[in-house]
């Protein structure tokens, strides 16, 4: 037979399992969601070095894990050195932050496939293309690893990127962007 302590104490366990499965939850729908990709097609081929190369103009939101959504601004410039890599100077502005620069070096180093650094990556960049999509991959300071999927559509001048940032494998943000061609 149950004293009163211990089927107060029984409650008090459910309660605390209540509550630790609703924070649970919140904690499961504050992950961010990733928009719809555009498709994979075999044309136009997304060349990387030739679609960043003059200006560039992204516009952007992003959402962050347990914050709202807000705008991002791009404005890239990228030429090519005489090796053959592509490099992309950018100028982010970041509703509520200061504007910060980064420069993306990429260099083709086989049919299809890419590497570079980031300024902002602490490890080097891997890109592949499959037809009007390039996948790139690299990792930010606090262990934070990115993947950007681009994808070139049908105008050849215009790319939709989403990337997306895990951390233990749980996405904690999501850029959703469409970048544009606005010069040589």
Same mark, same amino acid.
């Given at each position: 037979?149950?004293?009163?302590?211990?089927? @107060?104490?029984?409650r008090g366990q459910r309660r605390s399992m209540g509550l630790l499965l609703v924070l649970g939850m919140m904690l499961i729908g504050g992950c961010v969601a990733m928009p719809r990709l555009e498709r994979v097609a075999p044309a136009p081929? !997304?060349?990387?070095?030739? !679609?960043?190369?003059?200006?560039?103009?992204?516009?952007?939101?992003?959402?962050?894990?347990?914050?709202?959504?807000?705008?991002?601004?791009?404005?890239?410039?990228?030429?090519?050195?005489?090796?053959?890599?592509?490099?992309?100077?950018? @100028?982010?502005?970041?509703?509520?932050?200061?504007? /910060? /620069?980064?420069?993306?070096?990429?260099?083709?180093?086989?049919?299809?496939?890419?590497?570079?650094?980031?300024?902002?990556?602490?490890?080097?960049?891997?890109?592949?293309?499959?037809?009007?999509?390039?996948?790139?991959?690299?990792?930010? /300071?606090?262990?934070?690893?990115?993947?950007? !999927?681009?994808?070139?559509?049908?105008?050849?001048?215009?790319?939709?990127?989403? @990337?997306?940032?895990?951390?233990?494998?749980?996405?904690?943000?999501?850029?959703?962007?469409?970048?544009?061609?606005?010069?040589?």
């Amino acid at each position: 037979m149950k004293t009163a302590a211990s089927a @107060m104490a029984g409650r008090g366990q459910r309660r605390s399992m209540g509550l630790l499965l609703v924070l649970g939850m919140m904690l499961i729908g504050g992950c961010v969601a990733m928009p719809r990709l555009e498709r994979v097609a075999p044309a136009p081929h !997304f060349a990387a070095t030739d !679609f960043f190369a003059g200006q560039t103009e992204g516009r952007a939101t992003v959402k962050v894990i347990l914050r709202t959504r807000h705008p991002v601004a791009v404005h890239g410039t990228g030429h090519l050195e005489p090796d053959g890599s592509l490099v992309l100077d950018q @100028m982010v502005e970041e509703a509520g932050q200061p504007a /910060k /620069k980064r420069q993306w070096r990429i260099r083709e180093t086989a049919p299809d496939h890419y590497t570079g650094t980031l300024s902002d990556a602490i490890s080097g960049v891997t890109g592949v293309t499959w037809g009007n999509r390039l996948v790139l991959r690299f990792t930010m /300071k606090g262990g934070y690893r990115a993947k950007q !999927f681009l994808t070139l559509r049908p105008d050849g001048q215009s790319a939709h990127n989403v @990337m997306v940032v895990r951390k233990f494998g749980i996405t904690v943000a999501v850029l959703d962007e469409i970048i544009t061609r606005v010069g040589p």
